[in-house]
């Protein structure tokens, strides 16, 4: 394996570990959450619209990527119908469950939402190294808070702190199998198959941002300022695309 793109995946696993050791230590302020939530919104709408989908477009054609956006906003989509899970932004339970329930609808939930995102950081292997960085970014600074909500209530119900860490963690499982069985899928599939799963790739990652992350970052920050770190996220993508 490339060792740029081993740290770029070390780097996007470290979300759910990091997230996951804070849980159990000490939840930081709100405003510092919502603040990394909109950051890493701006990242995953500026790598959708600004590299994704052009790329798609480039390997294969305009409707391809259509189709591949409309795949990938109605997998997660369909994950969220069949496995609802807590939005991050309060650590609140959704469905009425049980905390100790809650917390294990959301582990398994987060792992069928990690495996797409571990897809999406093999994309340097066939799109440039530059995207995948911001991929890997993005969505390490998505998977703290959301580590931070499974290890909490687990850790709460339970009062083992190692074992509610440990389980949390597991959830950079699917990141690290996706991005294996992508970067080795890469090879073999015709331009057409990568444009398709590029394009899906933006699908799911916006439906990401306007479903969870925008609504997260901005639930209780009357101020609006979070508009502001989703903004830096954006240039940060474009000030990227110029190294």
């Known amino acids: 394996m490339d060792r740029a793109l081993l740290i770029i995946v070390v780097i996007s696993v470290l979300g759910p570990v990091l997230g996951s050791l804070i849980g159990v230590i000490k939840k930081p302020s709100e405003r510092f959450m919502y603040n990394m939530l909109a950051f890493a919104g701006g990242v995953m709408l500026a790598i959708s619209f600004l590299e994704l989908i052009p790329e798609s477009i480039k ?42 329930v809650t917390a294990i609808y959301l582990i398994a939930g987060i792992f069928l939402h990690n495996f797409p995102e571990g897809m999406a950081i093999a994309l340097g ?9 911001a991929i890997a970014l993005a969505i390490a600074i998505h998977n703290i808070p959301e580590g931070i909500c499974t290890s909490a209530p687990y850790y ?31 090879q073999y599939i015709s331009n057409t198959a990568i444009g398709l799963i590029v394009s899906a790739t ?5 439906y990401i941002t306007a479903d969870e992350i925008i609504p997260s ?26 190294l």
């Open 59 to 100: 390997l294969s054609s305009i409707y391809i990527s259509i189709l591949g956006i409309a795949i990938g906003a109605g997998f997660m989509y369909g994950v969220d119908r069949l496995i609802p899970h807590i939005h991050p932004e309060l650590c609140k339970q959704e469905q009425g469950k049980k905390l100790k």
């Open 217 to 242: 970052s901005c639930c209780k920050m009357t101020d609006h300022k979070t508009i502001f770190s989703l903004i830096v996220g954006i240039l940060f993508v474009i000030l990227l695309g110029l």
């Open 125 to 133: 292997s066939v799109s440039g190294i530059n995207i995948s960085i």
């Open 156 to 186: 709460h119900t339970t009062n083992k702190r190692l074992k509610s860490f440990l389980v949390s963690s597991s959830t950079a499982v699917p990141i690290l199998a996706g991005f294996l069985i992508a970067s080795w899928l890469y």
């Open 202 to 206: 933006a699908g799911l990652m916006i």
